[in-house]
């Protein structure tokens, strides 16, 4: 591994961190990646480690070209989703998948949506571009499978780094470990504003 991706990692092992304390990774789940250095690789974290104990030893390096994920470690079973977001996104550098109890119920509230949209929440420029709250923007809701090689097939574009797997968690990504952090901690805001709303409104 080149000392970039180590440096890259123990920034990434830093989020990790927070995000475990933070409840958004509870019980081993969780998994991320960063593109590797070196063209189309990228490091994806192991299956069933606790994600508040991360080791840059912890991540599995894949091809973005012809990735095969019979390593000797056992990988995330998403690492397929990180692979094909990192294919299609080449200015991202980092996915971050999270489970919460908010991000995981939203999409079973909203049973029947293709996406929840959010206006006039000024936590909407947590995205990068959004340069207002006027703007209204739009979170897909992708339904939830165990199909997950299948499901990254499905995938479109994205007008933002991000979207919801109805009662399982959320992906967001970023052109660094940091902007993911933020686009996660934007989108985990905004989702627990939309349900404080339903009670109070
Ligand atoms: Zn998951």
């Not at 920034?11 to 409840?23: A, P, Y």
């Not at 929840?116 to 207002?132: D, L, V």
Request: aromatic residues 10%.
């Amino acid at each position: 591994m080149r000392r970039i991706d180590v440096l890259k990692l123990e920034e990434l092992i830093k989020v990790c961190r927070w995000m475990n304390t933070s409840g958004l990774s509870p019980a081993t789940s969780g998994n991320y990646s960063i593109r590797g250095d070196k063209e189309d690789t990228c490091f994806v974290s192991a299956s069933g480690v606790d994600k508040g104990n991360l080791r840059v030893a912890d991540f599995l390096e894949f091809s973005l070209r012809e990735p095969d994920y019979n390593t000797e470690i056992k990988p995330s079973d998403e690492a397929p989703i990180h692979v094909k977001l990192l294919q299609m996104h080449a200015d991202a550098e980092c996915v971050l998948h999270a489970h919460s109890v908010t991000n995981t119920i939203i999409g079973l509230i909203y049973a029947d949506a293709e996406y929840i949209e959010f206006s006039g929440f000024e936590m909407q420029k947590a995205f990068t571009g959004i340069k207002t709250h006027e703007e209204p923007i739009r979170v897909p809701i992708i339904d939830n499978t165990q199909d997950i090689m299948g499901l990254a097939e499905t995938f479109g574009g994205f007008e933002l780094p991000c979207f919801i797997l109805r009662g399982h968690g959320v992906y967001v990504w970023g052109n660094s470990v940091w902007q993911a952090k933020r686009h996660l901690e934007g989108l985990e805001f905004l989702i627990e504003c939309k349900l404080a709303m339903r009670r109070y409104m």
